[in-house]
């Protein structure tokens, strides 16, 4: 057995057990993400929840996570939705009314048609702490369609405002000895918050480099060309890269350049392995077919899988040259007509 | 013996109806036109909500110039700001509803008819094998 089919071999068993165990994986799946998204939130606003709060409990987090795990995800989402707010809310009105509002307009404008998208919503908090947040949309255009880029940039707007209340959080905080919160100060943290949000620069040119991506990727993923996924992947990352690189030159937005790099380089090889484990085909065996009905003439181009069955790769391992199958037994000629 | 053909064709009819046979089953309910309309009802609820929640914010913000004009009875360019930016809003936003469940509710048709295809078959299949099985119990 050479190395390469031995991948092969791997990827199969995969998919088998895949296949053998998907409510279990898929649970376990939910329950990782939601929990990284609460830990996440309680890294970023909980502990400065001053007092503390019940939602900075480990406990409470796991047994939240456990709960979305069970729930279909539309609803986990629901559920961490709420848990933003309760946390915005601990420490800010302001911050809790603005975050309320992006959630209300995220969930009906856009989950109304396609809330199996919810999942991106869900990573991108995830991969951006991770700084593999330029997966996520190659991601979304080889799964999913091209409005997936709404679920993308409101993930990433979700991910900074969260980081922008977190870094003005001095001055949103209610000062020692207030008694009461001063009309003024809220419409003043108010705008602070809206304007970080929307002068925000990298933020609205990296959210616009990334719904590019998810739609060329789709659109490139889609074509009738050899290798459509391999290129569709590589131009996503380097829309990514020449993308920020123009952002920063123009724009001056600051990128860490490295920290790009280093992402969109994983990125890459991440993508690759999801390619290789949801679309393996052979280019070198295709097929072209040409039939007609009654109404139509088809021109048919067909890539076969790249399939392995283990039990057979077994058998070859082991062959056996004296081996002879039982038409050669029976001194038959098969290619007789 | 196994026939082939009805295993191949019982397991697809399995799969539509256990994955989006469920989803076609709620869609089924309605005629193509009344779907497409009660899906414009609700984007249009739904986009007025999330209007009214981006005017929300808009107002939060220039809280102190929308306090000034209702003082100075000069509401006149934030009420057509509003109107326009609604009607804008809300057509964009139906046109998208429009186009999204006319596909949606093409591709229903289409994986209804092949249901109805793959079920004619099986129904032939079957037909076929009670009829040999009285002959021979003939």
């Known amino acids: ?337 | 013996m196994l026939n082939s053909e009805k295993i191949r064709l019982m397991t697809r009819l399995t799969v539509y109806e256990e994955g989006l046979g469920v989803k076609d089953g709620r869609t089924a309910e309605y005629f193509r036109n009344d779907y497409i309309l009660f899906g414009l009802v609700g984007s249009f609820v739904a986009g007025s909500l999330a209007w009214g929640v981006c005017a929300a914010v808009y107002c939060g913000y220039f809280f102190e110039n929308i306090f000034f004009s209702v003082y100075e009875n000069s509401l006149g360019t934030y009420l057509r700001l509003a109107v326009t930016s609604y009607a804008v809003f809300i057509l964009i936003f139906l046109l998208v509803t429009l186009l999204v469940f006319y596909r949606r509710s093409a591709a229903f048709a289409r994986r209804r008819g092949m249901y109805q295809q793959d079920l004619e078959a099986l129904t032939e299949i079957c037909d076929r094998e009670i009829g040999i099985k009285e002959k021979d119990a003939v």
């Open chain 1, 1 to 337: 057995m050479n190395s390469s089919s031995g991948i092969y071999v791997f990827r199969e068993n995969l998919i088998q057990f895949y296949k053998r165990q998907e409510f279990l994986l898929l649970s376990l799946f939910r329950f990782a993400v939601c929990l990284s998204v609460l830990l996440l939130l309680r890294s970023h606003l909980g502990i400065h929840i001053a007092g503390g709060s019940a939602l900075n409990s480990t406990l409470l987090n796991v047994i939240i996570a456990l709960v979305c795990s069970m729930l279909p995800l539309g609803f986990s989402a629901g559920i961490i939705a709420l848990v933003l707010v309760l946390n915005l809310y601990k420490l800010s009105l302001e911050a809790a009314a603005i975050g309320a509002a992006m959630i209300l307009v995220c969930l009906l404008v856009y989950f109304r048609f396609s809330p199996r998208d919810t999942i991106i919503l869900l990573l991108m908090p995830v991969a951006y702490a991770v700084n593999l947040h330029y997966l996520i949309p190659i991601l979304a255009g080889l799964v999913f369609g091209p409005g997936a880029a709404v679920p993308v940039v409101f993930g990433l707007l979700f991910t900074k405002y969260v980081l922008l209340v977190e870094g003005n959080l001095p001055s949103l905080a209610v000062p020692e000895g207030a008694a009461v919160i001063a009309g003024e100060r809220i419409i003043t943290n108010f705008r602070g918050l809206v304007d970080g949000m929307t002068n925000d620069r990298p933020m609205i040119i990296l959210a616009a480099i990334l719904a590019v991506t998810v739609i060329v990727v789709c659109f490139i993923r889609r074509l009738a060309i050899v290798n459509a996924w391999m290129i569709a992947i590589t131009a996503g990352c380097i829309i990514e890269l020449i993308g920020l690189l123009i952002g920063d030159m123009r724009y001056g937005t600051g990128i860490n350049l490295a920290n790009v790099f280093v992402g969109i380089v994983f990125s890459f090889v991440l993508a690759q392995i999801v390619r290789f484990f949801i679309f393996n085909v052979d280019y070198l065996r295709i097929e072209n077919v040409q039939f007609e009905d009654e109404d139509y003439y088809y021109y048919v181009k067909a890539v076969p899988k790249v399939m392995v069955y283990t039990s057979d790769l077994a058998e070859i391992d082991e062959f056996d040259p004296e081996y002879e199958t039982p038409a050669e037994e029976a001194d038959i000629d098969v290619n007789e007509g």
